[in-house]
């Protein structure tokens, strides 16, 4: 008899009934000491739900709580019990991980929190002092999705492209490796998940020309134990794995020298039967797959999902689900293991909703291609052929010759927004979005660096200035939960949303499914039929995921609340769809009867100074718009609209004088991540740019009072 089964007859009978059951637990040394989560502890999380040990709770990533003294009949009484205010105002994406009532968290910048989870007591912070200026190299905010916990350390990945490691009782370091070579515009923003005493970490920069991989490193030690590469390198110079050799046939042309692509900076999953490590791979780099591999080629491993051993980091099978991506549709999106019967048949399976609009159902042991059928309205392919696993496209959608108003965009049908997974019902939760987006070739494209690099005409697929056509493409901006069948393949029902860009899902035994919106609310509904049980205003927009656990037999809900991440940041008045929210960033928890408040809170329109006469020079204001949208949008928003994460440059007062070049040229707010670009445009260009801001700051100021902009 080991400590683990001495230490059972003190917790719940529930939780003894169901160890009792378990074979495996015979063979786990489970510390249960505070702040600590074992493999085995991990791989046994279902069996603690007072915690959530890992970043979808669970190795299978289900996100589905069996706590159920919140219910559907009760969530009514739900209250804030505790806030806990950070000093950022940046975009909030993580997921807390709670350990024996302690939570850890990460919020913008990589930075870390530990709290007392019953009353929000800060108990330490660790400020991994991200420098200001790598934001530059950061597509979609200088976010951060979370934490993992393993045998009392923290570990967390930075946006500059560390991993390291804290003592989880005092938050010192412990150790602190860099996994990216800074040559490169890589950044972390992604989850580390802890697998047989290996840390897995990712990265992103696929928008800026990176080649994608995967590493894993000793949980102890930070020593790199494997890394993966999901695209090939130049030829010429080997191939670090036959699975590489095989995908460079896939590629033409001298896609190295853009970095191809294929970056793994969210999601993962761990079959620990199987013994199969599974990660989603994002898009190619550039977008535009006519300069990233002239002639076409299915550019493995972009947009897949592929198994690897966590050993050593083998290749054992992909499923690719965009070959030859050419529309930012990555396959990055959260990954759900479960056992459904399929066609009279028991099957381990993994279910992913990727960018592109499909929901794929495989076999996770094989990689073979169960089913698939869209979940939003599609346009670039009618159909996943069954008998070759490939999509059936419309020639129109690759975008060389003429323009293609694409379903979905760039932004996904679903992006990196958990979804949830009810393993009784077995209904999956899909946050879905329906946004348009004009594909065009930017037929002038030369790598930048820093910057964005996607061979796509941004200018061409700005928000029209005509009224008429704005409130129509304005109308077609949409965002959805999808209560989603994935054995008969299709939807049960849904609830309809304002717009995009929502958060992450989470339902629980007690038939509620909760969600934070980008209107600014923390929702509860009833998980059988999307019945609307109760809200809580956040002041906030919410794009972070739920948790549930308890603490001396009381159940709490967190959610961290936070404004953020690319579609303000890039969408400009698309991403304003949801009604105007601001950005103060919180953690809120929830347990019933809870009495805590807000500070009072509104918001206010600021005042728009006047706007600078400007010159007047429409050629150089067309001019700056080209720029804008080719430097400048994928930050401070389409069209100059911004979305309440960053300044509104039409209110900017460095419009009206030399501060402009103060900040362009002599990066002055570096630290803030606004570098100086003065390698890459030259006065001339940034006062083209100024100009076109001007333009746009004087027609917002002509039409307020008549709410036109
Ligand atoms: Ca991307």
Redesign the pocket.
Known sequence: MNLYRLILPLITASFLAACSQDAQVDAQVADLSAATASDQRILAADQEPQNWLAHGRTYDEQRYSPLDQITDKNVKDLGLDWHYDFDTHRGLEATPIVIDGVMYVTGSWSRVYALNAVTGELLWEFNPEVPGEWAVNA?CDVVNRGVAVWQGKVYVGTLDGRLIALDAKTGEKIWDVMTIDQKYPYSITGAPRIVKGKVIIGNGG??FGVRGYVGAYDALTGEQVWRFYTVPGNPADGFETPALETAAKTWNGEWWKLGGGGTVWDSMAYDADLDLLYVGV??GSPWNQELRSPGGGDNLYLSSILALRPDTGEYVWHYQTTPGEMW?Y?ATQHMILADLEIAGKARKVLMQAPKNGFFYVLDRETGELLSAENYVDVNWASHIDMETGRPVEDPRARYYDSPWLAFPN?LGAHNWHPMSYNPNSKIVYIPAQEVPFLYAPDKDFKAIRPGINLGIDMAAASMPDDKTARDQVMSMIKGHISAWDPVAQKELWRVQHPGPWNGGLLNTKGKVLFQGNAAGYFVAYNSENGDKLWSFPAQTGIVASPITFSVDGEQYVTILAGWGGVFPLLAGEAALKSGRVSNNSRILTFKLGGTDKLPDWKYVEPDLPEPPVGNGDDKQAANGNALFHRFCSSCHGDKAVSAGVLPDLRYTLALHDDTWFDITQDGILKDNGMVSFKDQLSTEQLEDIRQYVITRAQRLKASQGTKED
């Open positions: 597509c696929a928008e994002g898009n930012d990555t760039p």
